[in-house]
């Protein structure tokens, strides 16, 4: 599940309690979140983000599973120019996030999977960007050395790699910086994916769900949005829900479980 824009509202709060409750029915190894858990610290602000970062945590308690993380936009703390803080707070960008939720990327292993999450975020000029840093990818390069060839691979992130997004809605007006790669040195990483068994890069960010088949191998699914259009008004590009896959061997089918009530359908 991805871009969950968490806070502490009644009608969230209770729209999420639902979530929670569907995915502890399914019986589930464990929940990746793509990403945008709080909505947000973006502005600053220590004590109203630690609140968000608390409330997130409350009902992360309700999953009957383990929960990995991924760093999402919105869970940046004070990087926009009107913040109260400035990069020398000790909880600037990802400070606040590992604080709450531990490292911004990681690796682990179930079941002879191996799952990568990513952080896909770094800041320029007081705003987001989309970018692997450089420390990070020596960290994947080395991390994705360590495992056998044929070993299924799952990477998670929030800003995607691939998507067709910006074909299906394209830019008006000559808009150059739309027409680039989300993420600014994509094709570097692509290039280092491409030498590993990658089965799947889960993506977010766009509240829109898409499933891109490379070759017939790799899937970059990005996973439409547990909180639709930001703030919970509504959906955007497609029903608020989240993706349930099923494993078998180094095969892999999905369902989108639409938690409100709506309809559910499978992708194989």
């Not at 709060?13 to 990403?35: E, H, K, M, P, Q």
């Not at 509240?207 to 017939?216: G, P």
């Not at 008004?233 to 999905?254: A, I, N």
């Amino acid at each position: 599940m991805t871009d969950l824009h968490l806070k502490p509202d009644s009608t969230i709060s209770s729209a999420f309690d639902r979530v929670i409750d569907t995915v502890n029915s399914l019986g589930v190894d464990f929940v990746i979140s793509g990403g945008d858990q709080v909505y947000d610290v973006m502005r600053g602000n220590v004590q109203r983000s630690d609140s968000l970062f608390q409330f997130f945590l409350e009902k992360k308690k309700r999953f009957n599973v383990p929960v990995y993380t991924t760093v999402g936009n919105h869970d940046l703390f004070g990087i926009y120019e009107e913040s109260d803080v400035d990069s020398t707070h000790i909880d600037y960008k990802t400070g606040m996030y590992q604080r709450y939720l531990g490292e911004p990327y990681y690796s682990f292993d179930h079941k002879n999977w191996h799952f990568v999450v990513l952080n896909s975020l770094d800041v320029q000029d007081k705003k987001y960007i989309g970018k692997v840093d450089s420390d990070q990818m020596r960290w994947l390069k080395a991390d994705l050395a360590e495992i056998p060839a044929e070993t299924p691979v799952v990477v998670a992130l929030h800003i995607p790699l691939v998507s067709a997004f910006k074909q299906v809605y394209p830019a008006t007006g000559s808009d150059e910086a739309y027409h680039k790669p989300m993420v600014i040195n994509r094709s570097e990483i692509l290039e280092l994916l491409q030498q590993y068994n990658v089965k799947l890069v889960l993506q977010g960010h766009l509240h829109w769900l898409e499933d891109l088949a490379i070759e017939n191998h790799t899937h970059y699914i990005t996973g439409g949005s547990v909180a639709g259009r930001p703030s919970w008004r509504g959906t955007r590009h497609g029903p608020q829900g989240f993706l349930h896959f099923h494993v078998s061997g180094d095969e892999v089918t999905w369902d989108y479980i639409d938690y409100g009530g709506g309809k559910s359908f499978r992708v194989n």
